[in-house]
């Protein structure tokens, strides 16, 4: 067994309310499902892969992936392995394009035509 010390804050402000509780938890999954039982483990296991394929496909929906292609990265998912990162400059340039200032749009114009030259 061991002591799990979670902290949190009640918002992103400053002064916000924090605290830090300690709970006993297992040093490994088995240890876990003793403490806790197989069905709650699961569970909890389970409600927290859901968040992280949950940000994985608003990442690539973001990147202009379609239904089918988003279950096609999820095909062979498996919990605690990550998935390879989908790289896509155009849709990183169209997230990036409204923060951008007019110079550093111009800049990158100036760019983009320079190396379509270069081909």
């Known amino acids: 067994m061991k002591v799990l010390q979670v902290a949190a804050k009640a918002s992103g402000e400053e002064g916000a309310p924090t605290a830090v509780v300690?709970?006993?938890?297992g040093d490994n999954a088995e240890e876990s499902i003793?403490?806790?039982?197989?069905e709650n483990v699961n569970s909890n296991a389970n409600a927290n892969w859901t968040?992280?394929?949950?940000?994985?496909?608003?990442?690539?929906?973001?990147a202009g992936k379609s239904q089918e292609e988003i279950q096609a990265a999820y095909a062979d998912a498996k919990?605690?392995?990550a998935l390879a990162r989908v790289s896509d400059p155009t849709s990183a340039?169209?997230?990036k394009w409204p923060s951008m200032t007019?110079?550093?749009?111009?800049d990158f114009l100036k760019k983009l035509k320079g190396s379509e030259a270069k081909k």
Not at 55 to 60: D, K, S
Request: aromatic share 4%.
């Open 34 to 38: 003793k403490m806790f039982g197989s």
């Open 51 to 62: 968040v992280t394929i949950q940000a994985g496909m608003r990442r690539l929906l973001k």
């Open 93 to 95: 340039i169209l997230a």
């Open 22 to 25: 300690s709970v006993n938890t």
């Open 79 to 81: 919990m605690g392995v």
């Open 102 to 106: 007019e110079a550093d749009r111009t």
